[in-house]
């Protein structure tokens, strides 16, 4: 990682310090993604399944292969040693690209 990289990063998205602060020369940058299933994927694989006698792995080879789930959201946090061994919700980690998240269930509330 370039200098100018890691200044953009070097603030702990958990408590707010600095990622040296702690004394330790390490930190963690986390990537989170949420998905969202894909419902008539989902039920047209479960459809297949059923025509297919119940055979899941069966239906799964037969089948067209499509995705089962679509990216949702994704944010790159940086967490510093110290916090990293702390509880904390996932969801709120994410909290900040709100934005990013209101949008693409707009165009998704949106689609034909």
């Given at each position: 990682?370039?200098?100018?990289?890691?200044?953009?990063?070097?603030?702990?998205?958990?408590?707010?310090?600095?990622i040296?602060?702690?004394?330790?020369?390490?930190?963690?940058?986390?990537?989170?993604?949420?998905?969202?299933?894909?419902?008539?994927?989902?039920?047209?694989?479960q459809?297949?399944?059923?025509?297919l006698?119940?055979h899941?792995?069966?239906?799964?080879?037969?089948g067209?292969?499509?995705?089962?789930a679509?990216?949702?959201?994704?944010?790159e946090?940086?967490?510093?040693?110290?916090?990293c061994?702390?509880?904390?919700?996932?969801?709120?980690?994410?909290?900040?690209?709100?934005?990013?998240f209101?949008?693409?269930?707009?165009?998704?509330?949106?689609?034909p």
């Open positions: 990682m370039k200098e100018e990289e890691l200044r953009g990063i070097a603030t702990c998205k958990l408590c707010g310090e600095k040296g602060k702690a004394g330790v020369p390490m930190f963690w940058r986390v990537k989170l993604e949420r998905y969202m299933l894909n419902i008539d994927a989902l039920k047209r694989q459809g297949l399944g059923m025509m006698g119940g899941g792995a069966l239906a799964m080879v037969m067209v292969n499509e995705d089962m679509e990216a949702f959201s994704s944010v946090i940086t967490v510093c040693e110290t916090c061994t702390e509880s904390t919700c996932i969801a709120a980690l994410a909290e900040d690209d709100e934005t990013e209101t949008s693409k269930v707009k165009s998704l509330s949106e689609a």
